[in-house]
């Protein structure tokens, strides 16, 4: 176990629909990642978090955001859904920013677009 | 250009043996650190070992060593004693600064292990 939670661990939407995908980091970590798996694209990082602030961007769609809330939480919204969005969403989260620091990850989201 | 490059697909290994998955990266940074992390079937990934650029002794976890050869611009990750459950995806991955002062993680496409009884 991680110390790492993602709820919930499975969604099945239709396309079109907006869902929102939840993480709380490990106790302490101010750092909280959303990386995207599918198939075709691999392992991508979306955004990060920091301290409640966006930090760096990656492959994210307009369509998807994300916060970090006070209690470190994170949230990522991804709307207007398509079958293309269909993969595994997963948190991962640090304690800071610094180069060695190693990303812990969540169990992930599978999310089912049909 | 692949930042990472994870030249083994797929892996066939006996039980006991060591295995070496090879991974290969691009970056002109002087400051960078490199990745293994594991996905079984169940879906999670889990971290298993850690090589900075300026580390100057290979890491090792237990029953995994990181071959770091610098100049070559390898971190190949060498199991040893592979049991059953080492079966799953291994996933190299590198961090290196951004120009926003950030460290992303950029992943290899994979490898997928499986040791065979």
């Known amino acids: 176990d991680s110390g790492v939670t993602q709820t919930p661990k499975h969604l099945i939407t239709a396309t079109g629909q907006r869902v929102t995908l939840r993480c709380s980091p490990r106790?302490?970590?101010?750092?909280v990642y959303w990386y995207q798996q599918s198939l075709d694209q691999g392992l991508q990082f979306l955004i990060q978090y920091y301290n409640g602030e966006e930090r760096a961007k990656g492959n994210i769609l307009e369509r998807f955001s994300a916060q970090q809330f006070p209690d470190l939480h994170s949230e990522l919204n991804l709307s207007s859904l398509e079958l293309g969005d269909s993969a595994l969403y997963f948190c991962a989260s640090s304690p800071g920013t610094i180069l060695r620091e190693t990303q812990y990850f969540g169990p992930g989201t599978r999310l089912l677009v049909l | 250009a692949q930042k990472i490059t994870q030249t083994q697909p797929g892996m066939f290994v006996q039980e006991k043996e060591a295995v070496t998955l090879d991974c290969t990266y691009d970056?002109?940074?002087?400051?960078?650190?490199l990745f293994w992390y594991k996905q079984p079937s169940s879906g999670e990934m889990i971290f298993l070992i850690y090589q900075g650029s300026y580390d100057e002794q290979n890491a090792t976890e237990g029953r995994y060593s990181l071959n770091f050869q610098k100049a070559r611009k390898s971190a190949n990750l060498v199991i040893s004693a592979s049991q059953l459950g080492d079966s799953a995806m291994y996933f190299c991955?590198?961090?290196?600064?951004?120009?926003?002062?950030?460290?992303?993680?950029?992943w290899g496409a994979g490898t997928k292990l499986i040791i065979k009884p």
């Open positions: 970056t002109s940074d002087q400051s960078y650190g």
């Open positions: 106790s302490g970590d101010l750092s």
């Open positions: 991955a590198m961090r290196e600064p951004q120009m926003d002062s950030n460290y992303q993680l950029i």
